[in-house]
């Protein structure tokens, strides 16, 4: 499996995936995040020889030299030059440079142009304070973010926070099919402190 891995040259510091770079190595710091290993994989399937493939709807978020950016399979998504990245549902991040904040929506997958909102919100903000924004300036927005995230109890929140599916190929049928595994929930802080939700002990 093609994996994203930090490569050092002459003491600076780049990112490939597999044989791609993606960033040259000019960086005196680099980092990923929001690359976990996979909570599904082929192996829990090993019973069933049609499931070809497991994958999960993810965009890692780059940190280079104190500056975020968000990768893509093979690509650069958003530039490394963010103030921070946020995850804040499997299929909705944002972006901060300085007072500026853009909302990205990813669907089927991809990310269509037509998923990006744009807010203005002070250096410093909280998750109460960017859905406050959110729903005066975009309420539709707001109530579909709010199908996956939502607030528990007083600065914290349950995300739908990763997703997964699978693929299969009925050789009998010549006949491909995708399937949903499912969603895995994390708890976000007001500050976006992020957590695996514990589910309590039966």
């Known amino acids: ?24 190595p000019i960086y005196k710091s680099l980092a990923i995040t929001n690359n ?65 904040v853009s909302l990205y929506t990813f669907s089927d997958f991809k990310y269509s142009s037509h998923g990006e909102k744009f807010l203005t919100m002070p250096r410093e903000f909280t998750l109460e304070g960017l859905l406050h924004e ?17 607030e528990i109890e007083p600065d914290k929140y349950v995300s739908e926070y990763r997703y997964y599916t699978g693929s299969q190929y009925f050789e009998d049928m010549s006949y491909y099919h995708g399937f949903l595994i499912g969603t895995t929930k994390h708890i976000i802080h007001n500050d976006f402190r992020v957590e695996p939700l514990k589910l309590p002990s039966t």
């Open 134 to 150: 959110l729903n005066k300036q975009y309420h539709y927005l707001y109530a579909e973010i709010s199908k996956v995230l939502h």
């Open 36 to 100: 976990d290993p996979p909570e599904y994989t082929l192996k829990d399937f090993e019973d069933d020889p049609s499931v070809y493939n497991i994958r999960e709807w993810n965009y890692p978020i780059v940190i280079a030299d104190g500056k975020y950016g968000l990768v893509d399979t093979g690509s650069m998504f958003i530039d490394a030059v963010h103030d921070r990245i946020v995850k804040l549902t499997y299929h909705h991040y944002f972006s901060q440079r300085d007072t500026a």
């Open 1 to 24: 499996m093609t994996t994203y891995e930090i490569y050092e040259e002459d003491g600076k510091f780049g990112l490939t995936y597999g044989k791609t770079i993606l960033l040259k």
